[in-house]
């Protein structure tokens, strides 16, 4: 699998790329299906959401993606009752936030490695704890920090 587009988050005022995927726990549990197509190898999922963290609370505060029959989504398209934010309630786990230069690239999901993850442990949506973890130090600076997909294919749309 190629490496994946990442989750934004906001959290304590900057803008970070996230690796984990909490919507799909919620589709899950929910049992939904979403019905949203990948438009590129590096987007299996078929959706980018952004996320922000609010007095140790996450929130899903907007979702780009498109429907397999061309309609564009959005987060009212799944929470109709939220279309601004939704409190994300169902989420129990750890956010993964890469931070630093990358050390190792790996062309499979979320598993490059990066100097630092700030580890973010979430239990139903609140945010219980932090820490960040030492990786390693990058032998050269690139001037780049933080998450980058390496390469990824567009899928052509079909005509409507």
């Keep these: 699998m190629t490496a994946q587009i990442a989750e934004s988050l906001r959290y304590e005022g900057q803008v970070l790329s996230m690796c984990c995927e909490p919507l799909s726990d919620y589709f899950e549990l929910a049992g939904v299906e979403p019905g949203l197509q990948a438009t590129c190898t590096?987007?299996?999922?078929?959706?980018?959401?952004?996320?922000?963290?609010?007095?140790?609370?996450?929130?899903?505060?907007?979702?780009?993606?498109?429907?397999?029959?061309?309609?564009?989504a959005s987060l009212a398209s799944f929470f109709p009752d939220y279309p601004s934010r939704v409190f994300a309630h169902w989420y129990s786990g750890t956010i993964r936030v890469p931070q630093g230069e990358l050390l190792h690239y790996q062309h499979m999901g979320y598993a490059s490695v990066y100097e630092r993850d700030l580890l973010l442990e979430v239990r139903e949506g609140e945010v219980v704890g932090s820490q960040v973890v030492h990786n390693g130090t990058a032998e050269e600076k690139s001037g780049k920090e933080g998450y980058v997909v390496g390469a990824m294919t567009t899928f052509p749309r079909e005509p409507r």
């Excluded at 999922?45 to 564009?72: M, P, S």
């Design 42 to 72: 590096a987007l299996w999922r078929g959706y980018v959401g952004t996320w922000e963290v609010v007095d140790r609370r996450l929130y899903l505060v907007e979702l780009e993606g498109e429907f397999k029959d061309g309609r564009q």
